[in-house]
């Protein structure tokens, strides 16, 4: 065990979590990706900014460009990314190996996508989908003027609880009355988004982090306090206990600058273990056979 996390530059800082040092090679993306690229490109010097505001690094830093925002949309930038996590990671090797890549799940980047992530919560995917499905065809077009329409009531009845209602009609209201514009915020950089929308009733982090994922295609965004990374994390790197927000984070800098695909993948691995062990609880064991008496 070791409690080292190196970055790009060959400096390294103690991270909170201990994790195994054979589970990954103690090296970031951006060495291979530095090998085709200048070393003055602005995403290199905009990754190695990144990364020391991460790690803690005392020390000025120096300003960069604003950076381009590079996404993950088609099943082949998907793979390429996925290609590059396993060349450097023996976990997300094996992940890929179990699971194979997941497919894109996409929403929109919108106040109907922001509304699907917020009914998600705290929900399994059987029933996201179909409390999901029952809003979108009675609300059609789920927009904030639509939902404006539509009693508490009415809306408790296709399934949504109160507080989500509450949540709904905050992020109604920032885009009605605040000037919430879905166009001029998904241009933003990820910390500015995610402070206009925690900045809403309901919002917190994890959704402002699903909407980046899920919602922009932002290639290294990452949802560290989501509780399933942070048990597919904890079982693959043979932790004590399941690591907090805080140390995911430190963990998944080992998967910059693509850590979006690092958590599809940490995602499908979890799915993948959940269902069979469901499988394995459900499976009839089979009757005792009594022989008859003679």
Request: net charge positive; with cysteine; charged share 25%.
């Amino acid at each position: 065990m070791q409690k080292l996390v190196e970055v790009r530059d060959g400096k390294t800082v103690t991270a909170n979590a201990a994790v195994p040092r054979e589970n990954c090679k103690n090296i970031l993306p951006e060495t291979r990706f530095e090998i085709k690229c200048r070393p003055h490109h602005p995403e290199i010097r905009d990754q190695i900014g990144r990364q020391k505001r991460h790690a803690g690094l005392s020390g000025k830093i120096s300003p960069v460009p604003r950076p381009r925002h590079i996404t993950v949309t088609t099943e082949r930038q998907l793979k390429a990314a996925a290609g590059l996590l396993t060349a450097q990671c023996r976990v997300m090797a094996r992940i890929v190996k179990r699971t194979g890549i997941p497919p894109q799940r996409d929403f929109p980047a919108d106040f109907a996508g922001l509304a699907k992530i917020v009914v998600g919560q705290q929900l399994s995917a059987q029933s996201a989908a179909a409390i999901w499905g029952r809003l979108a065809e009675a609300l059609s077009p789920f927009t904030p003027e639509t939902l404006a329409g539509w009693s508490d009531g009415d809306l408790k009845r296709l399934g949504l609880s109160d507080g989500k209602v509450r949540t709904l009609r905050a992020v109604s209201r920032a885009v009605l009355e605040d000037g919430l514009d879905f166009a001029r915020l998904n241009a933003a950089d990820d910390d500015v988004i995610i402070e206009r929308l925690t900045a809403i009733h309901g919002i917190g982090p994890w959704t402002a982090d699903i909407y980046l994922l899920f919602a922009l295609s932002r290639r290294d965004a990452f949802a560290p306090g989501d509780l399933a990374l942070q048990l597919a994390v904890q079982h693959h790197f043979r932790l004590e206990r399941r690591p907090t927000a805080e140390e995911l984070e430190i963990i998944a800098e080992r998967w910059r600058p693509a850590r979006a695909v690092a958590a599809r993948l940490l995602w499908a691995d979890y799915a993948f273990a959940r269902q069979a062990l469901l499988g394995k609880a459900k499976k009839p064991t089979p009757p005792k056979l009594i022989k008859p008496l003679k």
